[in-house]
C-alpha cells in the first residue's frame, strides 16, 4: 500500500524565518510530486509540483525532491501569518490517483 | 487557468432526501474527476474516481449504491448523495486532472453538507 507521511505539527515558526515542512513516501516509482496549502474550511490549493531530482523554486516557495532517498520537502522563506495553514503533500504515479499526507499545520507567529 | 467549480457551496437537507453536487472543470477538460470527503479535523478521505463515460471506481467501504457518481461530460461530474443521514454530514470537495499535465490536480471549492 503506498504511503506518504508527514509529522502532523503544529510547526510553529516566528514571522520572517524560514519554515521547513518534509514528507516521505512510500513508493519508489512515483513520478510526481505536489504540494497543497489548506485554510481551514476551505479546499486545498496547489502551491508547487516538482517531478525531478534537485530545487524548484516559485517565489517564496521552493521544492527539493530526492528521490534516492524517497523525501521531498518545502521550504517557505519569510513566512508570514498568512502562511498559517495546513499543508498537504501528494505523490502520483503517472496517470494513477494522487496518495495524500496527512498534512502539516503550519502556524507562523506575528 | 485550471478553474474547478462545485455547485452548491451547502446544503442543508432532511434526513432520507437525496443531494446532488456539481463539479465542473471551467478552463479545461477533465477526463478524470475525483472526490474526497473531509470531516472536521482530519484529512481527505478519497471516495471514488470518476471517468468521463465510464463508471466510477469506488475506494473500499464507500458504498457505490449511496454515493452515486456521474461523468457525462468533459467538464462535468456529480455526486448524488441518496437518503442522506446525518452522519453523511461533512465537506464533499472535487478535484479534475489536467490531461497536458497527467497528475496534476485542482481541487473545487468544496460543498459543506449538514443532513438535519
Known amino acids: 500500500q503506498k504511503e506518504v507521511e508527514q509529522n502532523s505539527g503544529p510547526l510553529s515558526v516566528p514571522e520572517g524565518a524560514i519554515a521547513s515542512l518534509n514528507c516521505t513516501y512510500s513508493?519508489?516509482?512515483?513520478?510526481?510530486f505536489f504540494w497543497y496549502r489548506q485554510y481551514s474550511g476551505k479546499s486545498p490549493e496547489l502551491i508547487m509540483s516538482?517531478?525531478?531530482?534537485g530545487d524548484k523554486e516559485d517565489g517564496r516557495f521552493t521544492a527539493q525532491l530526492n528521490k534516492a532517498s524517497q523525501y521531498v520537502s518545502l521550504l517557505i522563506r519569510d513566512s508570514q501569518p498568512s502562511d498559517s495553514a495546513t499543508y498537504l503533500c501528494?505523490?502520483?504515479?503517472?496517470?494513477?490517483?494522487?496518495?495524500f499526507g496527512t498534512g502539516t499545520r503550519l502556524a507562523v507567529r506575528p | 487557468g485550471a478553474v474547478v467549480s462545485q455547485h452548491p457551496s451547502w446544503v442543508i437537507c432532511k434526513s432520507g432526501t437525496s443531494v446532488k453536487i456539481e463539479c465542473r472543470s471551467l478552463?479545461?477538460?477533465?477526463?478524470?474527476m475525483f472526490w474526497y470527503r473531509q470531516f472536521p479535523k482530519q484529512s481527505l478521505m478519497l471516495m471514488a474516481t470518476s471517468n468521463e463515460g465510464s463508471k466510477a471506481t469506488y475506494e473500499q467501504g464507500v458504498e457505490k449504491d449511496k454515493f452515486l457518481i456521474n461523468h457525462a461530460s468533459l467538464t462535468l461530474s456529480t455526486l448524488t448523495v441518496t437518503s442522506a443521514h446525518p452522519e453523511d454530514s461533512s465537506f464533499y470537495i472535487c478535484?479534475?486532472?489536467?490531461?497536458?499535465?497527467?497528475?496534476?490536480?485542482?481541487f473545487g471549492p468544496g460543498t459543506r453538507l449538514t443532513v438535519l
Open positions: 516538482i517531478y525531478s531530482n
Open positions: 478535484s479534475a486532472r489536467d490531461g497536458y499535465n497527467a497528475d496534476t490536480q485542482y
Open positions: 501528494a505523490v502520483g504515479s503517472s496517470g494513477d490517483k494522487l496518495t
Open positions: 478552463d479545461f477538460q477533465a477526463t478524470t
Open positions: 513508493d519508489r516509482v512515483s513520478q510526481s
